[in-house]
């Protein structure tokens, strides 16, 4: 069964400050997908990014980029220049490709991430 | 132009009771999902339906029971409600999609959630 562990429960950071979540999985499978959603307190499951487990390159959204280390299974979330609006939290998540149609998505606990103006 | 829309949004019902929570999309997706997220945040997936048929059945009591009429409903009816169920429930959505390098992708539209209560 795959596993997905962000150890970090709470993170705060300054207004136009550099964060990092950081995320690892456990998994034996070699094709899969990992993402970061942000749960803002209205409740919505908004997609930031995400990572094909068979690019080496790291996915980048404007402000949001990750660090994708296969090998370590580890899949960190960068916030630059940190917002108000980011305050939220964030939820590391593994998809594993099984078949064309089925897809098990597995989220991490959740990093309550908190921007100070 | 809801994508995913869930209803209610919020449910306040006493232990014992049945209820029930409606999803349906509206992007011609193949496969919905039912997720629950604890008090503490943790967000779980229930069950997965693929073209009506049951795909992923996590181990959920009985008393929980996913219906689809049709490809864009799922609906999560719920009987004899204990306290510990009392969470958010998230439905979701997804289509098949094929990326470069061949593998097939389904991002999940999730819906807004619907807050459930059980005194």
């Known amino acids: 069964a795959q596993t997905v562990t962000q150890s970090q429960p709470e993170m705060s950071v300054q207004e136009a400050e550099t964060v990092t979540l950081s995320c690892t999985y456990d998994?034996?499978?070699?094709?899969?997908?990992l993402f970061w959603y942000k749960q803002p307190p209205s409740r919505q499951m908004i997609l930031v990014i995400r990572q094909e487990a068979y690019k080496q390159q790291n996915a980048t959204e404007n402000r949001f980029s990750v660090n994708f280390q296969k090998a370590a299974k580890s899949f960190s979330l960068k916030i630059s220049d940190s917002q108000l609006g980011d305050t939220a939290m964030y939820f590391c998540?593994?998809?594993?490709?099984?078949?064309?149609?089925?897809?098990?998505?597995?989220f991490g606990a959740g990093t309550r991430l908190t921007v100070k103006p | 132009d809801t994508a995913v829309s869930q209803t209610p949004k919020y449910l306040v019902t006493q232990m014992g009771n049945d209820k029930s929570i409606k999803c349906e999309q509206n992007l011609g997706h193949d496969t919905m999902y039912w997720y629950k997220q604890d008090s503490k945040k943790f967000l779980k997936i229930m069950f997965s339906?693929?073209?009506?048929?049951?795909?992923i059945n996590e181990t959920v009591p009985n008393r929980f029971s996913p219906k689809s009429p049709d490809k864009a409903h799922l609906n999560l009816h719920i009987n004899s409600l204990e306290l510990g169920d009392s969470a958010v429930y998230f439905c979701a959505s997804s289509h098949p999609e094929n990326l470069i390098g061949g593998l097939p992708y389904n991002e999940q539209f999730f819906g807004p959630g619907t807050r459930l209560t059980v005194l």
């Open positions: 998540a593994f998809m594993n490709q099984i078949d064309y149609n089925n897809n098990d998505m597995r």
């Open positions: 339906y693929n073209n009506k048929e049951l795909i």
């Open positions: 998994t034996s499978e070699n094709n899969y997908y």
